[in-house]
C-alpha cells in the first residue's frame, strides 16, 4: 500500500477483500491447526438460457423527434423521469403500475439526488461516493 505525505492511500475493494481472505486464511490455520487452503475462487455466474437480444436500429424514419420545451426542460437539469413521464401525459400512478415499481420508487427517482450533497455524505460515512450510487 503506498503512502503520500505519510497517508495511506485508498485500496481498492478487490486488494482489501483479498487481503482479508489471507488474514482469515492464516488466522484459521494457526487457531485450528488446519493445513493452509488453496485459493479459493469465486463461482462462475450462472449462464443465461438465451443471449439476450439486441436491440434493432432504429430506421431514421422511425426516430421520435422530442420537442425544443423537453430538450431545454432536460438541459435546464430537471429529472429526465419526470420530463419524459409529462411529455407522454402520464401520472406518476400510470407509469409506477405500466414499470411494475412502486410509487414511492419512482417519486424517489423524480426528485432526483444532489451529487454535492451526495459527497458530503459519502465523505462522513468515509467510504467512496460510487458505494453509494
Known sequence: MGTEKGVPLPETD?????KMAEILDKMRVLLTGEKPQAALRDPEPPK?????KPCAPVAESERELIPHAVADRLMAGQSPVQVYREYRGMT???LAQTAGVSLETLAALEAGFDMIVLR??????RIDVRRLL
Open 14 to 18: 478487490a486488494a482489501r477483500d483479498a
Open 48 to 52: 443465461p438460457a438465451l443471449p439476450p
Open 92 to 94: 406518476r400512478e400510470s
Open 120 to 125: 458530503k455524505i459519502a465523505e462522513a460515512l
